[in-house]
């Protein structure tokens, strides 16, 4: 199961540098997790500092 950012992304980007496999980009007014890429990992929800990254 793939993660999300939710509403809550103050877009630090701390969870960009996280990912190990690159799936955190930019979006328009938050970071977005590429659901196809996504290996459930947690890496990018456990290095959020405001907790806006959760498992779909």
Same mark, same amino acid.
């Given at each position: 199961?793939? %993660?999300?950012? #939710? +509403?809550?992304?103050?877009?630090?980007? #701390?969870?960009? $540098?996280?990912? &190990?496999?690159?799936? !955190? #980009?930019? $979006?328009?007014?938050? %970071?977005? !997790?590429?659901? +196809?890429?996504?290996? /459930? *990992?947690? /890496?990018?929800?456990? $290095? *959020? &500092?405001?907790?806006? !990254? /959760?498992?779909?």
């Amino acid at each position: 199961m793939a %993660y999300v950012i #939710s +509403d809550a992304c103050v877009m630090c980007g #701390s969870c960009q $540098g996280e990912c &190990p496999i690159g799936a !955190i #980009s930019e $979006g328009d007014g938050q %970071y977005v !997790i590429d659901a +196809d890429q996504c290996i /459930s *990992c947690g /890496s990018c929800a456990a $290095g *959020c &500092p405001v907790g806006a !990254i /959760s498992e779909e």
